[in-house]
């Protein structure tokens, strides 16, 4: 693809309609992949592109060892079901499609949109296709009849991304809308505002401040990731400015920000854990006629820290037009312009194929503890590579660092009474006892919201839960979290058992509900 730097060309071809040079106009292709999608046991992909192909690979060798002609037009989307065994595709001929994700067989057709189908996504529950396209609409079906369940207006030109909350209770959507810079040229088209639906009902819950041709949610909270193209203008003396470029990020769905980076792709895809962003160049289908990369800086493919916003891996692939990040976290997997599918190993830059550190000795645990709680991402990533690679050595060091929230007890009980006490004296010293003890009384600062609370102790319990606003919020808590990270990589029965350990602490708080969903998850892998 190539970079418009001539930004007056294309001002001039717009205003005058002249005609817009080649070399600023996206290229068209029939080849490239548009998904990419690892099946739960991380041993097969499936991949959908231009060519209207599905297909399946085999991740340990790369091979490919079935394909079909899923649509007779364009495959433009495609999504697998929570226990990986269908695949729902979108495509270029009205149609959405589920298949049988171990065979390719078809299942299912949805039919009723009037353009081009772009994006699909199944609900986790298992019970809900969403589709849109370029209709503008985004419809809903029932995955088991076929059944159209509603139909809503979506966005301004096209709808090209959707994504279901863990809970499938909010839809995710990303699009197009015109790009206008006011007075100098209308035509261009770009990112749209990123929705929140209520599929229950279809009515929109929100927009939130990101832009995006694609969504994704965090399979383990309620934060969307989001990519997509903009283009921006200012008044320069007599003439325009016009800049443009690629613009990710990641809010929580009340709106917050969590990571914003411009120039660095329009692909988005978390790791099953949530902890990781990867990125990559992205496609520049559905831009209309002028595609402007002038803040581009960087096409490879990246994989971002969502605590900490840094990235902290470069594996070096380029102009990628999809990503995925393999179930163990340890692999990611990219489609070409080509319609190829690559895959790439996610260890820390350097580190040889195979690197071991069984080893393990007590003065390297000591710094790789120490990194954990660092705000340098890059190192804190290394660490966490060489104590999963450590195995159960690392998982015998690490059960003396981290310890199960205690229960809070009585004593939190009673510091929460006295702060509806008659004596401001008290009320201040009960709240500053209570901001000492720390994460571990989250749990019931919470509850103490849901109870018959005067004024007073909601203005103060507020005022401590506003400290747990970001996690992790401090250094321990991203020690803790990497740790976590790291014992759930390890996945030997011993490492299983530390985590079964620390999620047996206090209900309801960070660390314990943490531990529980690395659990969880490792459940589902059959570790």
Known sequence: MSRVHGTLVLALAATFGLAVPAWAQPPTNRTEARAVLFRPDGKTLLSAGLDGSLRVYEVASGREV??????????????????????????????????????????????????????????????????????????????ATGKLLRRFHGHET??????FSPDSKLLASGGTAAAVVPGFFIGAIHADQVRLWDPATGKEVRKLSLTGTVVAFNPDDQSVAAGGMFITGMPIGKGVSIQGGGRLGVATTS??????????GTAVAFSPDGKFLATAWGSRQHLGRFVIENETRDRRVGLWEVATGKDVLHPGEDGAIVV???????????????????FLDLAPAGWAAGKRADDLTVEA????????????????????????????????????KVQPVAPSGPRVRELLAKLDSKRFAVRQAAFGELKKLGAGIEADLRAA???????????????????????????????????????????????????????????GAWLTEEARAAVRRMDRRGM
Do not use: M
Not at 85 to 90: E, M, Y
Not at 158 to 163: D, F, P, R
Not at 255 to 264: P, R, T
């Open 66 to 143: 079935r394909r079909t002609e899923a649509h007779q037009e364009c495959v433009y989307g495609a999504a697998l079901s929570p226990d990986g065994k269908h695949v729902v595709t979108a495509g270029g001929d009205k149609l959405v499609r589920l298949w049988d994700a171990a065979t390719l067989k078809p299942i299912r057709t949805f039919e009723g949109n009037q353009q081009e189908v772009i994006a699909v996504a199944v609900s986790p529950d298992g019970k809900t296709v969403a589709a849109g396209g370029g209709d503008k609409s985004i419809r809903l079906w029932d995955l």
């Open 158 to 163: 096209k709808v090209t991304g959707l994504a």
């Open 449 to 507: 919201l849901k109870g018959q609370a005067s004024t007073e102790v909601r203005t103060r319990v507020q005022s401590l839960l506003e400290q747990y606003a970001k996690r992790p919020g401090n250094s321990d808590e991203l020690r803790q979290t990497r740790t976590l990270q790291a014992l759930e990589r390890i996945g030997t029965r011993e490492a299983r058992a530390l985590l079964g350990r620390l999620a047996e602490g206090a209900p």
């Open 255 to 264: 709106g917050k920000e969590l990571l914003s980076a411009k120039g660095y």
């Open 324 to 342: 995925a990040v393999s179930p163990d976290g340890r692999k990611a997997a990219v489609g070409r312009l080509d319609g190829s599918v690559h």
């Open 365 to 400: 645990f000591d710094r790789h503890w120490a990194a954990l709680a660092g705000e340098n991402a890059t190192s804190a990533y290394e660490s966490l590579w060489a104590l999963a690679l450590a195995g159960n050595a690392a998982v015998a060091l690490l059960r003396d």
